[in-house]
């Protein structure tokens, strides 16, 4: 059988979990498989080895897990379930911090950094010096493995927010857990593979905020900034915790990031 023949039968069995999409997932997997001329051709070992990969995307996993990697702001970042899966939407917090930094302002703090995506890619575009924290020993391995991946290095720390943090940054940035109690009870089926932990964010959503508007002062040196990602209904909620704080909206039009900037 060759490639092309076998892209479409993936697409059926893929149907019920894709939709749409299935086409395009098949083509993923074939991919990852090392398939990827459509004229290749496919042995029954080959097809055997597909097997597993079909049967964890049929059972509802992402299929961003399923390949263990994904690409955020054009680098590839290994991901499973261990950490958050990077979205488009976190690429707006990136675009935001990137001319923030300088030569004389590259000190990051990436808080619940998880993948690592935010801040390796903030090394990696914009030359930042980055410190990565976790309250998660396997999601600061996971960081660790993406800088390696994409050629720079990174400091990590475990640390609840700012708990074992120390120093003072030129820019902060975070994409915290903020689902509310009842987002999280109705989360749909992909997305009770990731990991709580990192969803989480207190009964109404804003516990980390909470913490984080308390705590940041400290870590932020003058003339640097505060980026933090948001649910697209927690603007006010979440701006009302800030002073000098600017709310900057995803391209969908949906409000996404928080900017504080510490002018003292």
């Known amino acids: 059988m060759i490639v092309r023949k076998a892209e479409q039968r993936i697409a059926e069995l893929l149907k019920p979990v894709a939709g749409e999409d299935a086409r395009t997932e098949a083509v993923f997997l074939l991919r990852a498989s090392g398939f990827h001329s459509p004229y290749q051709e496919i042995t029954e070992t080959d097809a055997k ?12 996993e992402p299929l961003q897990y399923v390949l263990g990697e994904w690409e955020f702001y054009g680098l590839p970042f290994y991901v499973d379930r261990t950490v958050l899966i990077p979205r488009p939407d976190t690429e707006r917090l990136v675009e935001t911090a ?62 609840d927010l700012f708990d074992s943090v120390e120093g003072a940054f030129d820019l902060i940035v975070c994409n915290p857990p903020y689902l509310t109690r009842e987002e999280m009870d ?78 003292d």
């Open 98 to 159: 990137l001319p923030l930094l300088s030569e004389s302002k590259r000190d990051v703090l990436d808080l619940c950094c998880g993948s690592g995506c935010i801040g390796v890619t903030l090394a990696v575009c914009g030359g930042a010096n980055v410190t990565a924290a976790d309250v998660s020993a396997d999601a600061l391995a996971m960081t660790e493995r993406n800088a390696r991946r994409n050629g720079v290095s990174v400091q990590t720390v475990q640390s």
């Open 186 to 263: 109705a989360r749909d089926a992909s997305l009770r593979f990731e990991p709580a932990l990192a969803l989480f964010g207190g009964e109404d959503g804003l516990d980390f905020y909470r913490r984080i508007a308390s705590d940041y002062p400290r870590f932020l040196k003058p003339g640097g900034t505060l980026l933090i990602e948001i649910g697209m209904t927690q603007k006010d909620a979440v701006g009302a915790m800030f002073e000098r704080c600017e709310c900057i909206d995803d391209y969908g039009g949906r409000p996404r990031v928080i900017a504080v900037r510490n002018d």
């Open 49 to 60: 080895a597909l097997e597993p990969l079909i049967e964890r995307r049929l059972s509802g």
